[in-house]
């Protein structure tokens, strides 16, 4: 893989996607870096956790030659590590080999190389990429720019093509023959994008704030003003009868009409 993805890390600083990175000998060398740490022992089972995401980790519980032979025939690295400040264990240790395209997850998908996904596809009984599952093309798309091309073995090699332009752009090919047909299948590594983050320090919020404020007080209530392009409206004849009062200043034509509606009342 490329050095820029070959960062330092620790115990502390290990997650299911960096241990990737590291390889047997380095879950040994970690591990002793760690022992001087006082909460080694309270986050063990943290960390072996870690450790067991890409590792086959077994506790050789016989320490005798012909047993540690047996384990390192298997592909194992065998070592002692500290498991408390009195007791030492030895494991032995091997990581997970990707060879079929299950072997495949989010975490490991960019810690393998575009050669090595054409060969873990390929072992896919041939294929193609319809016959992964959505699920896996997700994952492999998550590291890789995919495509593919299904043309006439005769055709396929054409120059000025599709397999000879993404060659020169530095994708890897995978043919599967199919009949008198090529699919040809070109993945190369997504590049790493990391996403800006808006960071606001106190005078920013409080600027913001303050704008917000302002723009609410710029809202005024107009819900009861009356419309001026009304053809109603009228200035003069609004304030003359907005002070108008509905009774008569008269008393005795109030007393007049009394007597009118009491006539009435008899009828």
């Known amino acids: 893989m490329k050095e820029t993805n070959k960062k330092a890390v620790s115990l502390k600083t290990l997650n299911k996607s960096n241990v990737w990175d590291i390889q047997e000998n380095d879950v040994f060398r970690l591990w002793e870096a760690a022992e001087k740490d006082a909460d080694l022992k309270e986050n063990m089972r943290h960390y072996t956790e870690i450790l067991r995401s890409a590792f086959d980790i077994e506790e050789v519980k016989i320490d005798k030659p012909e047993v540690v032979k047996k384990y390192e025939a298997r592909g194992f690295k065998v070592g002692q590590v500290r498991t408390d400040e009195n007791t030492k264990t030895k494991w032995a240790v091997k990581k997970h080999p990707i060879t079929r395209v299950t072997d ?3 975490e490991n998908i960019r810690h393998i190389s575009a050669a090595k996904l054409m060969e873990v596809i390929d072992r896919n009984f041939g294929g193609g990429w319809d016959s992964l599952s959505q699920s896996i093309q997700d994952i492999i798309q998550s590291g890789f720019d995919i495509s593919t091309t299904t043309l006439p073995k005769d055709r396929l090699h054409n120059p000025g093509g599709m ?10 090919v995978l043919e599967i023959v199919k009949g008198l047909w090529v ?7 997504k590049p790493l994008v990391e996403r800006p983050r808006m960071k606001l320090d106190i005078d920013e919020d409080e600027e913001l704030d303050q704008e917000l404020d302002d723009e609410y007080a710029e809202i005024e209530d107009h819900y009861n003003d009356v419309d001026e392009d009304d053809d109603d409206y009228d200035e003069d004849k609004l304030t003359e009868e907005s002070y108008r009062t ?3 200043e008269n008393p005795e034509d109030l007393d007049l009409e009394a007597a009118e509606v009491a006539d009435d009342d008899e009828y």
């Open 246 to 248: 509905t009774i008569d």
């Open 163 to 172: 397999y000879e332009k993404k060659v020169a752009d530095g994708f890897e």
């Open 183 to 189: 699919e040809a299948i070109f993945a190369k590594v």
């Open 104 to 106: 495949l997850t989010y």
